[in-house]
Nanobody
């Protein structure tokens, strides 16, 4: 069984930084694309960024500049460095990944980690 577990969320003042982590565990051969999403209260879940297995990062335009996605394939972990945080960044942040074998991938979600930015 594959699990994604996020960590690193918390309460931070506006202008501060946080680094989220998400580690995959369980039985699998490969992790393809890894992604970060967020969901603010009363809003739909929205994508932030995606990173391929070779480390190519693709950002949603509105998320460029303050957020940086990275990954450590040896640790099965994806990161999201968030700088210059604003109250409107308050949300539950989720990681998402395509995990499985070379022949078949399944999509998995983490349980989410809360990020709260105070003004």
């Amino acid at each position: 069984q594959v699990q994604l577990v996020e960590s690193g969320g918390g309460l931070v003042q506006a202008g501060g930084s946080l680094k989220l982590s998400c580690t995959a565990s369980g039985s699998f051969v490969t992790i393809a694309d890894m992604r970060w999403y967020r969901q603010a209260p009363g809003m739909q879940r929205e994508p932030i960024a995606r990173i391929t297995v070779d480390g190519t990062a693709i950002y949603i335009d509105s998320m460029k500049g303050r957020f940086t996605i990275s990954r450590d394939n040896a640790k099965n972990t994806v990161y999201l460095q968030m700088n210059g945080l604003r109250p409107e960044d308050t949300a539950v942040y989720y990681c998402n990944a395509d995990i499985g074998s070379d022949r078949s991938l399944s999509n998995y979600w983490g349980q989410g980690t809360q990020v709260t930015v105070s003004s």
